[in-house]
């Protein structure tokens, strides 16, 4: 059994240059990611991908009274992934309600159980963005009891300043900066 997990946030084409709501140079991390995803599985570890899972009408959205572009739509070329997965890679989507905001892999999702069954103790963060979702994420995990790394140079965030900020509180709350 795994005690190790890889949790790749949202690695999807509307975060990238040129998509609906991208991360800038969000693209540049591609590669990094890429190549932990295949360091964990040969390690055997299990692979996670968090994705932006929007219904048409999402609450996030301008159009609905939300701080966001459309994003991410289910089904659409912009909700895709950019990065290579393993065909066992688990996918977890999030913010599939209109109704309910979602940044954590964890939100309304069964991603604490699938790695309690899974036997993982230790889960590894990379993705965008780095003030946002992975953030979200990372907290999340720490509350569920697991050990946090965070691969800070497989992440990327929106605002420099921001992105400073929010490694400091992951911090705070016990996440490992790697």
Not at 105 to 112: D, I, K, Q, S, Y
Not at 142 to 150: I, R
Request: hydrophobic share 40%; aromatic share 8%.
């Amino acid at each position: 059994m795994p005690e190790e997990a890889l949790i790749v946030v949202d690695m999807q084409r509307d975060f990238m240059p040129g998509g609906a709501l991208p991360v800038p140079e969000g693209d540049k991390i591609i590669p990094k990611v890429n190549e932990y995803i295949r360091k964990f599985k040969e390690k055997r570890a299990l692979i996670v991908a968090t994705r932006d899972w929007h219904p048409e009408n999402h609450v996030s959205f301008k159009e609905q009274g939300g701080p966001w572009p459309k994003h991410c739509v289910q089904g659409t070329e912009g909700a895709e992934f950019v990065v290579e997965l393993p065909e066992d890679a688990v996918i977890i989507s999030k913010a599939t309600e209109p109704d309910k905001e979602a940044y954590s892999g964890f939100e309304g999702t069964n991603l604490a159980e699938i790695l309690r069954e899974k036997g993982v103790k230790r889960v590894y963060v990379c993705g965008v963005a780095t003030e946002y979702c992975v953030k979200a994420t990372a907290l999340d995990a720490v509350k569920h009891g697991f050990e946090v790394y965070l691969l800070s140079d497989a992440v990327k965030g929106i605002n420099p300043k921001d992105e400073k900020k929010a490694l400091e509180e992951l911090e705070k709350a016990g996440v490992k900066i790697l």
